[in-house]
């Protein structure tokens, strides 16, 4: 199969993927807090932010295991998983199997690093980008389409969304299982490798390591993963506290909020589906990511403007940077790692930003309350100061735009 129907095939089976998502989150509260469950808003917390727990422990483990036995049935399996986790949540009677429910999600949906490694066996690097963006495009999508699906299909009764989510995400996994080929393809020095004229290198000492270990061995994709998690906390406090600002200084309802978010979403999705394919051979991922921290900063530094104009030019930079920053950063990430090490160093990237969404909305929320509108300065000064040391680190990875190079080896001490 041409690379260029898999990527197809991979981008339909990630979106519906966050389909599934997108459908289900936004009406997390009202469920759990449905009289069969009667949670209290402590509780309803936890049960939110335990899928980007599980995701910040699972993601590396995710990308190794699809390292060892292919990106195929890894996916295939979180795919099915996923499914089974709406199903469970759907048809709950307990507080505690919500919980497990989206434990079980949140683990499943780890696989996204594999998605992303699976895009890297397809495309050379001057390519890998530009596909990490689709992936991005795919995630835009299943968080703007989703919620308004879910919602309507709360018309049908609240355990409509997570049951249309669990058939969905069905579907899914047997259109996988169907159309999805195989996309690994070991080489004669994979350590991974089991052919009959490159027997598994039993003695290599990363085959069981960690991926926190792993990590270590390639500083390019270490640092750009940590960048990484350190963008993803400050825009997910952004994230929690814009819409609390809007409703105490600019009076705005639900209806709204919802639209500005539809905004920015919809933004990001054609800054991460067509600008990047674009921009990223010109001027390579590290300027990439570096004008993306730049815009967001200024957006952020210019969001609390008077009149509508202003405020949505504001959140216009906030989006064409943060559209362009992720797939800069997974592409580094990529770049900076052997081929045989994609899946677990994308999932340490994973996992950096799934970490991020845990921390972002606590340190947001708590800052809140004292600064108002003045988090969006601070969160500026920070996304700032991520931009300064990724800019003194640049040296440390290679891109597309750098002097050729061989990649750092994972046997290197």
């Not at 009202?30 to 917390?45: K, N, V």
């Not at 890894?74 to 505690?96: D, E, F, H, I, K």
Request: contains cysteine.
């Amino acid at each position: 199969m041409k690379p260029k129907t898999t990527t197809g095939i991979l981008f339909v089976a990630v979106f519906l993927d966050l389909l599934g998502f997108g459908m289900v989150l936004p009406l997390m509260p009202l469920y759990a807090a449905d009289p069969r469950f009667a949670a209290t808003p402590a509780e309803i917390g936890w049960l939110m932010a335990i899928y980007s727990i599980m995701q910040f422990i699972c993601a590396p483990y995710w990308g190794q295991l699809s390292d060892r036995i292919g990106r195929r049935p890894t996916l295939l399996l979180g795919l099915v998983g996923s499914a089974l986790s709406y199903l469970a949540y759907g048809l709950a009677n307990a507080l505690w199997i919500l919980f497990v429910a989206r434990a079980a999600a949140g683990m499943m949906g780890a696989n996204i690093a594999v998605a992303q490694a699976a895009l890297a066996d397809l495309h050379p690097p001057r390519e890998r980008s530009k596909a990490m963006g689709l992936i991005g495009a795919a995630f835009g999508l299943g968080f703007v389409i989703g919620p308004a699906f879910g919602g309507w299909l709360a018309g049908f009764g609240v355990a409509a969304a997570p049951l249309v989510a669990a058939l969905i995400t069905g579907l899914n996994a047997l259109a996988a299982f169907h159309y999805l080929p195989e996309t690994r393809q070991p080489t004669r020095s994979d350590p991974f490798s089991a052919s009959a004229d490159s027997p598994p290198r039993s003695g290599h000492p990363l085959l069981s390591a960690n991926p926190w270990r792993l990590a270590q061995r390639f500083p390019g994709a270490w640092i750009s993963s940590l960048i990484m998690g350190a963008f993803i906390t400050l825009f997910s406090a952004f994230e929690v506290t814009l819409p609390l600002w809007g409703k105490d200084d600019r009076h705005w309802d639900m209806t709204t909020t919802g639209w500005i978010f539809t905004f920015v979403g919809v933004i990001a999705v054609i800054t991460q589906g067509g600008l990047v394919r674009r921009l990223m051979p010109r001027i390579g991922e590290k300027w990439a990511a570096m004008t993306g921290l730049l815009l967001v900063a200024a957006g952020l530094f210019t969001l609390r403007a008077d009149d509508w104009p202003l405020l949505l030019g504001a959140l216009a930079l906030i989006s064409v940077g943060s559209g362009l920053i992720h797939p800069s950063l997974s592409g580094l990430t990529s770049l900076n790692t052997d081929p045989a090490f994609q899946g677990s160093m994308l999932g340490v990237f994973q996992s950096m930003s799934a970490l991020g969404r845990c921390v972002g909305p606590v340190l947001g929320g708590a800052a809140y309350d004292t600064l108002q509108g003045g988090i969006f300065a601070l969160t500026a000064t920070g996304i700032a100061g991520v931009l300064a040391g990724l800019f003194l680190l640049r040296h440390r990875m290679r891109d597309l735009r750098a002097p050729s190079g061989p990649t750092p080896s994972p046997d290197a001490p």
